[in-house]
């Protein structure tokens, strides 16, 4: 049986947290600039270019590219043959947040309990999801997630009768009441399927796919296009100041659901859509 | 249009401010978040003095990150005013002329900015490492406890902001959105 030590584990959080501050993934950059060159937003644009000039400062003087740096989200796929030594792996977890925190200077945002609001002042506990899965890998996905775009995230329960329709309608109506406080140009990470819980941390998971790749399934990829073009008809644009980017992507992730239902959540993310993932 | 001003600001001059001016703050601004702001509210009605005098000032709704050795401050973006709604109204009654952040305000802040002659600034959002250059100098003031949501005093230089909602109401966040699409639907 492969093992691996937790030391490890903290050492590659600690690094994953920094560098996900720090640098957006390829396809979000790229995304960020190519909507520059094609916005015809004239606030839009400049906004644009201010968002790609912050970009370049973050990565060449590490200084993170948002002071909200985030509460840290993982998902985790830990294989069934892998054995962990050392501590349990959600103290490891929660160690690496400490130190990636405090040694990348990233601000502390989480308070322990949500009515007293005590700042942690490490910015543990992080919010964790494990997987366990076939084989001796261990996968670690981390997302630190902003909460001025968290704040306009919704559950909706729909009726299976509502349908597609429904479904769209409700995606629709969580990123034009989100406007410009989900800082635009914003990724819209939707859930369909599976239960309350379920359907929300899809649309959290849905965040963290390629912003260019679509879902497998065809009449899914049909709906991202179609809602992707629809919210960008609405004008709300970077900043909410006018322009033709308002989404980055619609990113869909769907799951079996009772007769009775059709859960819809939808994860708002602000431009910063920051994630890393390493395999140990 | 594009202005150039400096903080603190008098009514005379931010009357002069447009919805969708871009403008460029110099001089000094004071940094209060949503437990700097409960905290400030509170002591008010309780009728004892808060760390820094409102009159005319303009404060910035910022949390930063910490700074490394020899930065002045860490990224230095805004974050979701609509938190502050809240307290607006009551700070803006009490000679506060300015607020920075980002997104929308409530109809009770819009019309106390309106009777109050005040003005709200939006800064670009998730902008935080290109913004923490325009901050020179920065000293906790108050608050310490609060951690990144203590109360900074600091001194920004072309500082860009661009005016959301002037000092007659005028709401950048409405009218932008409309006059691009009629732009759109005019080519």
């Not at chain 2, 949503?34 to 709704?61: C, Q, V, W």
Request: hydrophobic share 40%; with cysteine; glycine share 10%.
């Amino acid at each position: 049986m492969r093992t691996i030590h937790t030391d490890d584990i903290i050492k590659n959080v600690k690094e994953m947290c920094i560098e996900a501050n720090l640098h957006l993934s390829k396809d979000m950059a790229d995304a960020i600039k190519n909507a520059e060159e094609s916005e015809n937003g004239e606030l839009g644009k400049q906004i644009l270019g201010q968002l790609i000039e912050n970009m370049e400062i973050a990565g060449k003087e590490e200084i993170p590219i948002c002071q909200d740096t985030g509460m840290a989200v993982f998902f985790i796929r830990l294989g069934q043959d892998l054995h962990i030594e050392g501590r349990n792996l959600t103290d490891a977890v929660n160690e690496g947040v400490r130190q990636g925190y405090e040694e990348g200077y990233l601000r502390k945002s989480v308070v322990g309990d949500p009515l007293l609001r005590e700042n942690t002042k490490d910015n543990t506990p992080a919010v964790i999801h494990y997987d366990i899965v076939p084989g001796d890998k261990l996968e670690i996905l981390i997302a630190p997630k902003g909460f001025g775009s968290e704040n306009m995230s919704r559950v909706f329960m729909l009726k299976p009768a509502d349908g597609a329709q429904g479904v769209k309608e409700a995606v629709l109506q969580a990123v034009m009441d989100a406007g410009p406080n989900a800082c635009p140009p914003v990724v819209v990470g939707v859930g369909i399927g599976g239960d309350f819980e379920k359907a929300a941390i899809m649309a959290k998971k849905a965040l963290t796919r390629n912003v260019n790749k679509g879902s497998d399934l065809p009449h899914i990829r049909e709906m991202e296009k179609e809602l992707l073009a629809r919210i960008n008809d609405s004008g709300i644009g970077p900043g909410g100041l006018g322009g033709k980017t308002t989404a980055i992507a619609v990113n869909i992730e769907t799951y079996a659901t009772h007769i009775a239902g059709l859960p819809v959540a939808v994860n708002m993310c602000c431009h910063v859509n920051r994630h890393v993932t390493r395999v140990l | 249009m594009e202005r150039k001003i400096s903080a603190p600001i008098k009514k005379e001059e931010l009357i002069t401010l447009h919805a969708g001016d871009y403008v460029y703050i110099s001089g000094t601004i004071y940094s209060a978040r949503d437990a700097a702001h409960k905290r400030m509210y509170e002591t008010m009605l309780e009728g004892k003095e808060i760390p820094f005098s409102l009159e005319d000032n303009i404060i910035y709704y910022l949390g930063p990150t910490p700074a490394k050795e020899g930065q002045v401050i860490g990224s230095a973006g805004p974050t979701t005013s609509s938190r502050m709604d809240k307290y607006t109204p009551f700070l803006l009654e009490n000679g506060l002329n300015g607020m920075i952040g980002k997104g929308k305000r409530n109809q009770e802040v819009i019309d106390a900015i309106v009777k109050n002659k005040a003005v709200y600034f939006a800064a670009v959002g998730g902008a935080g490492a290109l913004l923490s250059k325009c901050i020179k100098k920065s000293e906790i003031i108050a608050y310490e406890d609060l951690g990144t949501e203590a109360i900074r005093k600091m001194e920004v230089e072309n500082f860009p902001v661009i005016v959301v909602i002037d000092s007659c109401g005028n709401n950048l966040y409405e009218t932008a959105v409309t006059s691009y699409r009629n732009n759109l639907e005019e080519q």
